[in-house]
């Protein structure tokens, strides 16, 4: 299973690093749920079950804000009468 959460904290729980990278288009597991408006433990557990994108290097995972953009895309719901005159 995986598990996202403890790369980004250190021992006495606090978050380590940035929330995100320079050019702002990596979200750490904070970052990215505030972005998508999700707590962090529902986006963890999309996580682990791999239902959103995120990039794993080493125990860290990141999320990348255009992808993130292009999930969230995916799942919009559009009214029945949309499009219709």
């Known amino acids: ?3 996202c959460r ?7 729980g606090r978050a380590s690093g940035d929330s995100m990278n320079e050019d702002g ?3 750490n597991i904070e ?3 505030q972005y998508l408006s999700l707590s ?11 239902r959103v994108p995120f990039v794993k290097i080493g125990r860290r995972c ?3 804000r255009r992808l993130l953009d292009r999930w969230a895309a995916r799942r919009q719901v559009l009214p029945r009468d949309w499009g219709t005159s």
């Open 1 to 3: 299973m995986l598990c």
């Open 6 to 12: 403890s790369a980004f904290y250190s021992r006495k």
């Open 25 to 27: 288009r990596y979200l």
């Open 31 to 33: 970052a990215a749920s």
């Open 40 to 50: 962090i433990s529902y986006l963890q557990k999309l996580t682990s079950r791999r």
């Open 62 to 64: 990141i999320y990348d």
